[in-house]
DNA sequence: GTGGTCTAGACCACC
DNA sequence: GTGGTCTAGACCACA
């Protein structure tokens, strides 16, 4: 996994679980990698994992069980769901907008570019 | 002036004077606010003014001439849009894409908001 | 380490940085001391270290990673004799003819002080 | 006139008074430009020419008959000479010496250049 | 532990 | 007056 070196890692790799679960490749209640086998995969160390979990888990998208492991919450897609769009409406689009205005890009150039763009 | 604390206010200044530079608030070689005037103005330190007028001097938006201080570049809006624009499409916008697709946003509902959008 | 007052510190012990690295001092991808480090070590502010590492990553000659320190680049050696060979043949050089001229010095003087001359 | 921002003002139009001085362009008691006159030429604010003459001054190149202006001192050539050559073997020579050994470049490189260059 | 940022205040060279 | 540099010390996010 390569990282970005403008935002926090551990974002970095929620943002990667929450696609994951969102792709539905994780299911309500299953159980997640652990904060070491996570750590190894991504080549980093397992304090950022621990924040990386600890942060979902504040948000709900994640629960754990003591001993165990972490675990896919139930409602985790519909609360990321939830999280990401107030975020998108609120912040996001506006930015955007207002840097479109400032950079003289059209609206049909946007347009363009997103039919033609095809990666997910 | 109010800053965000997420982004570093050093950065924030930039982009603001950037932007009154995009809306022709400044003409070429006029010279801007001293670093002093400047950090009184919006109420940081000195040095953090500083660091702004180095950061955006670095990337040919403005000059200096010793001992009477900084002016805008002759190209300063180029070299803006130049950099926001390769940004735009390179970063932004691939990020943006994708998150739409994630979250399950229709185009029209972007077209919706533009329209609807008037702050600049 | 001693500093000259003509020059700004922060420049001069980033000289000193590529010298060791041009020396093989430094392996490339190799960790360089923290900035609290160095600064105990050369005596000098925490902040005046952090200047020097900025304005060496800046030119590609270090790179950081978040939490973890500076390291030294894969091609720093490249990096700094492209910047030093271009610096010396652009300005050093014709400045030197220049005085040589001016001083009436002869190169056969300037061969004899070279030969000489064995400090590096 | 053309300014490197690198170096003082003052110091490069001392420069440039005294490389008229070692080419002949002044005899000895002549009167050189009033700080005024001078400071218009070059398109500085005429304290800076003050600077330059003060500076001149000081090293005994030029001298001044108040109300009346400022003139080369008689042994003005044997000044510059001296003091240039000192500064040169001192500090500039040792400096190329060891630029050279760090670059690898051979001195061979450098008679090449030396012969080819012939602008003074 | 690491680096990043900011403040406060100082001194300097330069114009 | 201008900017440049340095110090001291603080707080923060991050690994």
């Avoid at 924040?51 to 897609?77: C, H, N, P």
Wanted: hydrophobic share 40%; with cysteine; proline share 2%.
């Amino acid at each position: 996994m390569e990282f970005k070196s403008q935002q926090a890692i551990y974002i970095q790799i929620a943002d990667h679980i929450c696609e994951k679960i969102l792709r539905n490749e994780y299911q309500s209640d299953e159980k997640i990698l652990s904060i070491r086998e996570l750590a190894i995969d991504v080549s980093v160390n397992p304090n950022t994992v621990a924040r990386t979990y600890e942060y979902l888990e504040e948000q709900g998208i994640i629960y754990k069980q003591r001993g165990i492991g972490y675990f896919v919450a139930k409602d985790a897609i519909t609360k990321i769901l939830l999280l990401k769009k107030e975020c998108f409406f609120r912040e996001d689009l506006p930015w955007l907008f207002k840097n479109m205005r400032l950079l003289g890009i059209e609206f049909s150039e946007l347009q363009e570019k997103y039919t033609r763009s095809t990666d997910i």
